[in-house]
């Protein structure tokens, strides 16, 4: 079965540092492209980027360059979102999901809340 | 930049109903369009690839349509476990993005 694992949900105060995973299994997790999407409870979906596990290649949302980096571990099977300084207004529900033309599967989401 | 817009933003529809959503895209996309199901909760399902493929396991009243910048996602006969919000999507460049998303409820 194809399926990709997210890390739990976390709690940060404003300025803090945070990565979160993904985990995909029972497919080459190198030769598909993972996207990262985000969605504020209650609100729409926004997609952040995309990373190739195989070479790494990145495309982000110009809406997050800068913010967030995609980073993976092809011998983990696990590719990550990281934040360097975290703000109130990236509390939000993070998903990872394969891309092959459409965004399947996807994991069960990260809820990361950001508050003092 | 691609800009999708969905119509209605939501509805309310009895069961046995016959539902269509439509999205449109600010450029011509050809069938580059996706659709996607998410229920309270959960994360979303790719439901309809290359705007009018049915994803394995997805049931056969859900049907799409459209190309160009006109697209259509229809129930022939809405039930009780399709309340959810459904999103496109276009895939036409590098950067997939989402339209808003229609509601639909149970009378």
């Known amino acids: 079965e194809v399926q990709l694992v997210q890390s739990g949900a976390e709690v940060k105060k404003p300025g803090e540092s945070l990565k979160i995973s993904c985990k995909g299994s029972g497919y080459d997790f190198s030769n598909y492209w993972i996207a990262w999407v985000r969605q504020v409870p209650g609100k729409g979906l926004e997609c952040l980027g995309l990373?190739?596990?195989?070479?790494?290649?990145?495309t982000y949302n110009p809406s997050f360059q800068g913010q967030v980096t995609m980073s993976v571990d092809k011998s983990l099977n696990t590719a990550y979102l990281q934040w360097n300084s975290l703000k109130a207004s990236d509390t939000a529900i993070y998903y990872c999901?394969?891309?092959?033309?459409?965004?399947?599967?996807w994991g069960q989401g990260t809820l990361v809340t950001v508050s003092s | 930049d691609i800009r999708l817009t969905q119509s209605p933003s939501s509805l309310s529809a009895s069961e046995g109903d016959r539902v269509t959503l439509t999205c449109q895209a600010s450029?011509?996309?050809?069938?580059?369009v996706n659709w996607y199901q998410q229920k309270p909760g959960k994360a979303p399902k790719l439901l309809i690839y290359g705007a009018s493929t049915l994803e394995a396991g997805v049931p056969s009243r859900f049907s799409g349509s459209g190309s160009g910048t006109d697209f259509t996602l229809t129930i022939s006969s809405l039930q009780p476990e399709d309340v959810a919000t459904y999103f496109c999507q276009q895939f036409d460049n590098v950067l997939p993005s989402f339209g808003p998303g229609t509601k639909v409820d149970l009378k």
């Open positions: 450029h011509e996309i050809s069938n580059s």
């Open positions: 999901a394969r891309e092959e033309g459409g965004f399947d599967p």
């Open positions: 990373i190739f596990p195989g070479d790494s290649q990145r």
